[in-house]
């Protein structure tokens, strides 16, 4: 029976409509018009739907997309609640503060859609292969960082498959809904891989990212983030590490005292007090000297150093760990700070405010440390809102034909400087970027093979037609600093369907060596399009062969 709760979206899809998809300057494929029926919603309720983040954006698109009739919805997140999550994250409680974000917000619609069934996923994007994403019909994205979109937006792009006439297959194209929020400005696109310009196309628009000089960091920190910064950067220092006698500090190196009792303190180095080195330091403006410079003087280094409440002088350097020593006590020799871990970013901001404190720089906050460490966009819940409300709305259209699609960039400033206290909503359309990285064409060509008795094997396939000096249509590497790309080495064959026959190299060489004699009619039919990947070439490059049995 339909359910009652979206009988008025039946009734929607039920009327002739003047603005369908087909009247829109994007179209999903050729030919798509919408054509009334009250049983489209059917169609909503059964779509496999990934929704890609949990946290602010992400709780406003799972409440839309399970209000809107969406009832298969997976939800991938890989970060756990904070307290600070709770004013504008409302699918969380205060007693949920620590749990996987994904698993928290699917238990809560559950509960409160009933019929609608949200399934969690607690973890990286990457952790999953292209084959678990080709399962969705629809990739709607709410996620707070640059590189996890252009991971996603590569992944989805790499999914589509093509026509024997070298044209997209609309049916193997995933859409992908992007929404981001910056304060009281948001966007919301349609992204159509291989159709349309994707995330990839458009980096340009980004700012670059804003970066000091090391020695302003290190000598003159003058705002928190400084701080932040300062303590990450010193994590994967790659100085001489400071020795148990005759070590070196520089100048407002932040450093862990050591005091009696086990008692240790942060202080910020001033000055050594040892004849010579300090000489050195000064004669070097305060950098750290050379390790072999300390040892030839033959001294035991000893500092004065300021801590919380004054200055202690005459400490040795034995008594000193610098910030890399301290990390690696805690954590482990050769760790990487894990920018998704909360015990690897909470340690890095006891750091920084510690050293704020010192510098009398106040406003350091976890989230600010979160925000120069990870390079997060800030969020305001109402901006959250009303972005969430349009990737719906996209989502709703894409799969229902039933209203033009924004083509392809909607931009909201809701605190614009052409409407006084008002609110500006416009839409851009971005051309593909014929040299981007994730995008670009597929080159194509022609192939001529033999059937039956004096037809090819695999091997004889890929050593004519892949292999072969000249065999492919090369072309050039597109993107920044274009060159020639070279034959391949080591190729990866796959059919139309995207299954792998052909492998010489890896694990999955091994699984495929039965299929080097036998036939290539027996895994590819007369006019199907075989896509060739190299190592050598890149993960982004392809190259494409449509082969005409003769």
């Known amino acids: 029976e339909p359910d009652p709760r979206f009988a008025a979206l039946r009734t929607l899809m039920s009327r002739k409509s003047h603005f369908g998809i087909e009247t829109g300057s994007l179209n999903f494929m050729d030919g798509a018009d919408f054509q009334p029926d009250p049983e489209i919603q059917d169609g ?3 779509a496999k739907v990934l929704c890609v983040g949990a946290g602010g954006l992400g709780c406003e698109l799972l409440k839309g997309l399970a209000l809107t009739g969406f009832k298969d919805v997976h939800v991938i997140d890989l970060d756990t609640i904070d307290v600070t999550n709770l004013n504008r994250q409302f699918l969380f409680r205060k007693k949920d503060v620590g749990e996987p974000k994904a698993t928290v917000a699917a238990a809560f619609v559950n509960a409160r859609v009933p019929g609608v069934k949200v399934t969690p996923h607690f973890g990286k994007l990457q952790d999953y292969g292209p084959e678990w994403y080709r399962e969705f019909n629809l990739v709607i994205a709410g996620l707070d960082n640059i590189e996890a979109r252009r991971w996603l937006n590569q992944t989805l792009c790499s999914l589509v498959k093509y026509e024997s006439d070298g044209s997209v297959d609309m049916m193997s194209v995933i859409p992908l809904i992007d929404g981001g929020t910056e304060g009281f400005k948001g966007q919301a696109r349609v992204i159509l891989p291989m159709k349309t310009s994707c995330f990839e196309c458009t980096m340009n628009m980004f700012p670059p990212a804003q970066t000091k000089a090391v020695c302003t960091l290190e000598n003159n920190p003058r705002q928190p983030s400084d701080c932040a910064i300062y303590v990450f950067m010193k994590i994967d220092d790659d100085a001489p590490e400071a020795a148990a006698a005759g070590a070196v500090f520089g100048k407002n190196e932040q450093v862990a005292l050591s005091l009696e009792g086990g008692v240790v303190e942060t202080g910020i180095v001033l000055e050594c007090e040892t004849g010579g080195i300090k000489d050195q330091i000064v004669a070097t403006e305060n950098d750290a000297m050379d390790l072999d410079t300390a040892h030839s003087s033959g001294a035991v280094a000893t500092y004065s150093v300021r801590v919380p409440g004054g200055v202690r002088t005459g400490v040795p350097g034995t008594a000193l760990a610098t910030i890399r020593q301290q990390w690696e006590a805690d954590f482990g020799a050769g760790t990487k700070v894990d920018k998704d871990s909360r015990a690897h970013m909470m340690w890095i901001h006891e750091r920084a405010a510690a050293r704020a404190s010192l ?17 997060i966009i800030p969020a305001v819940a109402s901006t ?8 719906v709305l996209e989502a709703y259209k894409c799969l229902t034909f039933s209203g033009q699609l924004c083509n392809s960039y909607l931009l909201f400033n809701g605190q614009s400087m052409n409407v006084a206290g008002g609110i500006d909503c416009s839409t851009q359309w971005f051309e593909r970027d014929p040299e981007c990285l994730h995008c670009q064409d597929t080159k194509q060509k022609d192939v001529q093979v033999p059937r039956g008795g004096g037809g090819l094997t695999v091997r004889g396939f890929v050593e004519r037609f892949v292999l072969a000096p000249g065999a492919l249509d090369l072309g050039t590497v597109a993107g920044p600093g274009a060159s020639t790309l070279p034959g391949p080495r080591e190729p990866l064959v796959y059919d139309s ?37 190299d190592a050598t070439w890149g993960k982004n490059v392809k190259r494409a062969l449509r082969v005409q049995y003769s």
């Open 44 to 46: 909503v309720e059964a």
């Open 384 to 391: 959250n809102a009303v972005i969430a409300a349009a990737c």
């Open 497 to 533: 369907e995207g299954g792998c026959f052909y492998c010489t190299t890896g694990k999955l060489a091994a699984m495929k060596a039965s299929n080097m004699d036998q036939a290539l009619e027996d895994f590819v039919e007369d006019g199907e399009v075989v896509t060739i990947t």
């Open 359 to 375: 510098f009398t720089i106040g406003g350091l906050t976890y989230e600010a440390t979160l925000g120069s460490v990870k390079n």
